[in-house]
């Protein structure tokens, strides 16, 4: 069995990104500053590290602790599977494909207002921030790698559904992403392949999908400014988990 180290590498960075680099007040305004929503698009040049950033912070110290814990416990199990340099690379195109997926949603629903969209998409210009979409993608993959078919994909839905049912302030739009990024990645990547074959494929796998992103990048911001029915995007100065 594989020692888990991204898996931990990647559990210091987040616990000390929220108390070991900023005082209170400073973390919080950096937090407001790097959240994730379609405003990204207005400078996407400047503002493209937050596709990545802010994933690795998160709203509070419960926020962090209940993300933590499913970190450790999906991802030691995928790294043990697949190997490090393989969950590396993964955990690296589900930030940026689920972030993208999420800004691409939201600027969706602001240039659409005349569609009446369900009430728990929520607000499309909330601010998005933590690693949850990346976790609720490696629950789809870890659940596919098991084999556990329609149990595994109910156990995830439901789990969406209830947090944002119960939870305050969660971006049901960047659960949904994580969720959709890890069954597109599990149907065209990981389908019907045992986990040992797993490995090789990951990583020429993501250069698929940093080229989907390279890609669909321009495509979503040449949308927003050609949209007839853009307006001025404005911070909420709320995010969400």
């Not at 499309?124 to 098991?146: E, H, K, Q, T, Y």
């Amino acid at each position: 069995m594989r020692f888990p180290i991204v898996t931990l590498f990647l559990l210091f960075v987040c616990v000390y990104l929220e108390f070991g680099l900023f005082s209170e007040s400073k973390l919080e305004n950096y937090k407001r500053s790097i959240c994730l929503d379609s405003s990204i698009l207005k400078d996407f040049k400047n503002e493209a590290y937050r596709l990545f950033v802010s994933s690795f912070y998160h709203v509070n110290v419960q926020h962090l602790a209940v993300n933590m814990l499913s970190l450790w416990s999906v991802g030691a199990f995928l790294e043990s599977i697949i190997g490090s340099f393989s969950f590396a690379t993964l955990v690296l195109s589900f930030t940026l494909l689920s972030n993208s997926l999420t800004i691409a949603i939201q600027s969706f629903m602001i240039n659409n207002p005349h569609i009446d969209f369900p009430y728990i998409l929520g607000n499309p210009r909330s601010c998005c921030i933590g690693i949850s979409g990346v976790l609720f993608a490696l629950d789809i993959l870890s659940s596919s790698l098991r084999k556990e078919g329609l149990k595994g994909q109910i156990y995830v839905w439901l789990h969406l559904l209830i947090i944002s049912a119960f939870v305050p302030n969660v971006s049901f739009i960047a659960h949904f992403s994580g969720i959709v990024v890890g069954n597109l990645y599990s149907l065209f990547v990981h389908s019907n392949d045992e986990a040992e074959d797993a490995t090789p494929r990951a990583f020429w796998s993501t250069l698929f999908w940093l080229s989907f992103v390279g890609l669909s990048s321009p495509v979503a911001i040449s949308y927003l400014y050609a949209s007839k029915k853009q307006k001025k995007f404005k911070n909420m100065g709320r995010y969400l988990r």
